[in-house]
């Protein structure tokens, strides 16, 4: 009684499952790869030695190495990329916050036209006005300033 032995590959669509079961754990395989040589890098915590140490073991032993790394230092990776991760989105927003900093500051037409508003309120003279609008047009000054210290003290 000879009993025929059918495998994976006698079947096309099988062959096809397989090869790209295959091909998804090996671009795996250099992810999780790539991503234990970063954490390596990242690690403040290790010495250059240690550094240098889990590296030659990553990449002369990898599936060994990468597994021992994962292991004995699997927990912290996670928290590691998310501290580096908070650290860039502070640098980022604080580069924002500078940028649109310079954008806060009211433009010469802005304060020309506050300082009409205040002159039309009575609130400075025509002199005062002349000299604010010559310190606004000549970037020394600033209509909120100029106008404070000229008003009048009934306000």
Do not use: C
């Not at 508003?117 to 006005?129: K, P």
């Amino acid at each position: 009684m000879s009993a025929q032995t059918y495998l994976a590959y006698d079947f096309p669509l099988l062959s096809v499952f397989w090869s790209m079961l295959l091909f998804f754990l090996w671009v795996m395989w250099f992810v999780l790869l790539f991503r234990i040589v970063a954490d390596i890098f990242r690690d403040d915590a290790l010495s250059g030695w240690a550094k240098a140490g889990w590296l030659v073991f990553t990449v002369l032993l990898p599936f060994l190495g990468v597994f021992v790394y994962v292991i004995a230092r699997g927990k912290n990776m996670g928290r590691r990329e998310i501290a580096q991760a908070r650290a860039q989105q502070e640098a980022f927003d604080a580069h924002i916050r500078e940028a649109a900093g310079g954008m806060g500051r009211p433009s010469n037409a802005d304060e020309l036209s506050k300082l009409s508003e205040i002159r039309a309120r009575g609130d400075i003279t025509d002199e005062e006005f002349r000299r604010a609008k010559e310190l606004v047009l000549t970037g020394h000054g600033s209509a909120g300033h100029s106008g404070s210290t000229a008003q009048t003290p009934g306000r």
